[in-house]
């Protein structure tokens, strides 16, 4: 009621020296950094039950107003996780480095209030958000250690059962600007008792964010909350899983337990688990199974998160279809475009019904399939017609689409993404280093990203590393990454690897015998050694890269046993490079047995290398192609009637100066496949 008092506790949020982090930012980039701090503070704020509470910015920070006696340990759990939880959760959202982000500080203050509405608007005036204000004044500003949270007396006498407090003499602090007008009592809050954690999830939560709880302990504490709460379990345990369980692994075991317990878990609790980024197709489909056999009904939450992971379009246009149409929401349509081929993704663009508004993810689809930056460009002025805000995500896929950008072009964007309100992030900063055409551009571009507060990643370096254009630099890279303490991944050693294939860079034999082809290898050789010393496992990529450096045959062998002891899948390009080892043509033709029986697909070089050999040996310099055909076909190995296939094949055979000549036994060669692959029922051909 209007004119009524309430005891109402204040929780001000401080940011401690704000305008000196961000004085120097543009005004397009301060209000991304503030947009950030917003969306910092709002999924614990939803878990902690705060979000009815009254919130107001103040300029630096934020001021939580309640009127609700349980929102006191609400707003004190809000307050120990933001001490431990904001400056690490802001360096994510931002890509700042932590010690760049203004420290907290912060106070809570329970006085009695009274109810006002200026302008229509419910308010609360007098004392508390006064001793609130007060009482942050005199908060310590510690170098490193925690932010400090002071509470007056009236409030810590509300939650004492509950919370560990520390004295603060106030008289012996310097003074602050503005003296208070009366005398406040103050306590420092320091964590939640022990026993708080077997109170309710509140306290799991934020004891689990403290780092005083494992997963295990603060999902058992829900656990048996539940089955005593149905009712808070019906509301909030969906809540529970989305925020504090990040991983599917963790949260669909956690949801075993309760669904084994007795608890009924509803569809909003099922599209938690199943919604986890890092599950896989298969997952989801599982869940929605087990969903079903529950007699759980999906909705199109479900449905949305089974589009955005299915494998192909028609599987998604089947999961699409079972959203009723009235509830087809610009989720569903946006994951099902990201699903389509370029055409597609236009054609249910321009078909979207008329309550459905296109958002920022929407256009995504459209960005990554324009076929050039130009037509990328022209999506982002379809989404300026439309009044639709680019994500920085939409940038990313824009730089993806340049062949390359001059340091010029690339300044212009970054200075559309400030203006569009969006804080540039170290991602945007790599996407276009990656396409800056000069060694000059991407020192320049260094340069910049140095100044608006990024160091260089792993990321970074490997972009660097691709460009290199010495292997004393290549080598220079990868050792000021390990004097930095930069995670080497990967694409880093791959990179390296690159280096030493495609550029033909080779590094200074150590003897005047030692060829600068074997110097190579061994150089190969020992980046896999290192690869194993950082704990990076290798890929199929890093095995060809390898197997192209080999110096012979038992070379080759070696490391196509050694990958596949290592599990991974030999490739198309893995087999070729094995054919091109082999020592006879019998050999070359057992490899490509293999490759048949691996399920790969032969390319030109299969096919042109083996008939190369088959030539030679036979001195058919002159053959047909037909007569090669013939040969090939008998030894039902996999072919392919691919035009590039066999032009690749026949250059490779005839070693044609003339192109015309090549593509016309390509031609010939390609009806000859083709015909012969249909006469023997299809078995030969792929």
């Avoid at 005047?512 to 074997?518: A, G, T």
């Avoid at 096919?607 to 090669?628: D, I, M």
């Amino acid at each position: 009621m209007i004119g009524s008092t309430a005891l109402v506790t204040t929780f001000l949020i401080d940011l401690v020296s704000s305008s000196k982090s961000t004085l120097g930012l543009c005004w397009d980039d301060r209000k991304a950094f503030f947009k950030a701090f917003a969306e910092q503070l709002e999924p614990h704020a939803e878990f902690l039950q705060l979000k009815q509470a009254l919130i107001k910015f103040t300029g630096d920070g934020w001021l939580l107003m309640s009127s609700e006696l349980d929102d006191q340990e609400k707003m004190c759990c809000l307050a120990l996780i933001l001490r431990k939880r904001f400056r690490e959760e802001m360096s994510k959202r931002t890509d700042w480095p932590v010690d760049r982000i203004p420290r907290l500080r912060m106070s809570l203050f329970s006085a009695k209030d009274m109810q006002v509405k200026p302008f229509g608007k419910e308010d609360w005036v007098f004392e508390s958000a006064w001793g609130a204000s007060r009482l942050a004044q005199f908060c310590d500003q510690p170098v490193a250690g925690d932010d400090e949270i002071l509470v007056n007396e009236l409030l810590k006498s509300g939650v004492d059962n509950d919370f560990e407090f520390q004295p603060v003499d106030l008289s012996k602090r310097s003074p602050p600007p503005k003296q208070p007008e009366k005398e406040i009592t103050a306590s420092k809050l320091i964590r939640p008792k022990a026993i708080a954690g077997l109170k309710n999830p509140l306290y799991a939560y934020t004891r689990l964010l403290l780092g005083e709880l494992s997963k295990y302990d603060a999902a058992t504490f829900v656990h048996k909350f539940a089955l005593d709460n149905p009712d808070w379990a019906a509301e909030s345990l969906h809540s529970w899983l989305r925020h504090l369980v990040p991983t599917y692994g963790s949260s669909r075991k956690c949801l075993e337990m309760l669904i084994e317990s007795g608890v009924n878990a509803d569809v909003r609790i099922f599209t938690a688990v199943l919604s986890k980024p890092d599950n896989n197709y298969s997952d989801r489909l599982r869940d929605f199974n087990w969903m079903k056999t529950l007699r759980v009904e999906p909705n199109k939450f479900t449905y949305t998160a089974l589009i955005s992971k299915s494998p192909n379009f028609e599987t998604a246009k089947q999961w699409f279809e079972n959203i009723p149409e009235g509830q087809r929401d610009v989720a569903a349509y946006s994951a099902l475009m990201a699903k389509a081929k370029p055409a597609k993704a236009k054609e249910l663009f321009q078909n979207l019904p008329s309550n459905v508004q296109p958002n920022a993810r929407t256009f995504s689809a459209l960005i990554v399939g324009a076929a050039s930056y130009p037509e990328a460009r022209a999506v982002f002025k379809q989404m300026q017609e439309r009044t639709v805000v680019p994500i920085l995500q939409n940038y990313i896929e824009l730089v993806g689409k340049a062949k390359t950008l001059s340091f010029e072009d690339a300044s212009q964007l970054l200075e559309e993404v400030r203006k569009s309100g969006l804080l540039p992030k170290l991602q945007l900063f790599n996407a276009i280093l990656n396409k800056l055409g000069s060694e000059e551009d991407r020192q320049l571009w260094s340069a910049k990203m140095r100044e608006a507060g990024f160091d260089d990643d792993t990321s970074t370096y490997n972009i660097l590393l691709k460009y290199t254009a010495s292997f004393d630099k290549a080598d220079t890279l990868l050792a000021e990454m390990r004097n930095h303490n930069i995670p080497r991944d990967v694409i880093t050693y791959n990179t390296l690897l690159e280096v030493l294939r495609k550029r033909k860079i080779r590094p200074r034999p150590p003897t005047d015998s030692m060829s600068p082809e074997l110097a190579t290898f061994d150089k190969a050789r020992q980046y896999l050694n290192e690869m194993q010393a950082d704990k990076v496992a290798p890929d199929t990529w890093t095995f060809n890269a390898l197997l192209v450096l080999a110096q012979d045959r038992k070379q080759a062998v070696e490391l196509f046993d050694s990958m596949v002891k290592r599990g991974l899948r030999p490739n198309t390009f893995t087999f070729n490079q094995m054919i091109k080892f082999a020592t006879t043509l019998a050999e070359g033709i057992e490899w490509v047995e293999k490759l048949a029986k691996s399920k790969n697909n032969p390319d030109s070089y299969t096919f042109g290398s083996l008939l190369k050999r088959k030539a030679r040996e036979a001195a058919l310099s002159n053959t047909e192609p037909e007569e090669l055909v013939d040969w090939y076909l008998q030894l039902q190995l996999p072919v392919s009637s691919d035009d590039d296939f066999c032009s690749g094949a026949i250059t490779a055979v005839l070693n044609e100066d003339s192109l015309w000549r090549a593509l016309s036994y390509g031609e010939r060669l390609r009806k000859e496949l083709d015909e012969r692959g249909r006469q023997s029922g299809g078995s030969a051909a792929i």
